[in-house]
């Protein structure tokens, strides 16, 4: 069963490999539109929670990304530039062929709709997956020799 789920996973990677599985101007769920349009910093934010942990078991709606850009983004009005910087991670985390110039560009002129495009992009790419492995390996204490009998 889970050898078949992780066929499964594999055979997704590769149909999408290479380019992105949404598209730029795929403004779909609503309410994620809704969201990026008024508090990206929010949408920011849960992508970030979803590339560190697939299952959102530790999602924090105000983690260290959505304060960066909310902050950024409201003085001085360059929160494109943590746009780009996510889409250039999530670009080559998922190899999918781009520029940098290109995410300059995408982030720049359309900030909104690159920020709905990478939170559906990692959506789909990390359906399925489990929460990361955070526990270190624990060895367990080697087995000690006694004093030697004495022969008789």
Same mark, same amino acid.
């Given at each position: 069963?889970?050898? #078949?789920? #992780?066929?499964?996973?594999?055979? #997704? ?10 598209? $730029?101007?795929?403004? $779909? *769920?609503? =309410?994620?539109? $809704?969201?990026? &349009?008024?508090? *990206?910093?929010? /949408? ?9 942990? *697939? ?6 709606? &105000?983690? =260290? @990304?959505?304060? @960066?850009?909310? +902050? $950024?983004?409201?003085? &001085? ?5 943590? /746009? ?5 991670? +999530?670009? @080559? ?7 940098? &110039? ?13 920020? +709905? ?14 929460? *990361? /492995? ?15 009998? @004495?022969?008789?």
């Amino acid at each position: 069963m889970a050898e #078949q789920q #992780q066929q499964n996973l594999q055979v #997704q990677a590769q149909a999408f490999e290479g380019k992105w599985e949404s598209g $730029l101007c795929h403004c $779909l *769920p609503f =309410s994620t539109c $809704l969201l990026a &349009t008024f508090c *990206p910093c929010f /949408v920011v934010g849960s992508t970030a929670d979803r590339l560190r942990d *697939p299952t959102m078991a530790t999602a924090n709606v &105000t983690n =260290s @990304e959505c304060l @960066e850009f909310g +902050i $950024l983004n409201f003085l &001085t009005g360059c929160g494109w530039i943590c /746009v780009m910087r996510n889409r250039t991670q +999530i670009r @080559e985390r998922y190899g999918i062929q781009g520029s940098e &110039t290109n995410d300059c560009c995408t982030s720049y002129w359309c900030s909104c709709c690159a920020i +709905i495009q990478h939170d559906n992009e990692v959506k789909r790419r990390t359906a399925g997956q489990s929460a *990361p /492995v955070v526990e270190a390996y624990k060895s367990e204490p080697g087995m000690a020799v006694g004093p030697a009998a @004495e022969k008789k």
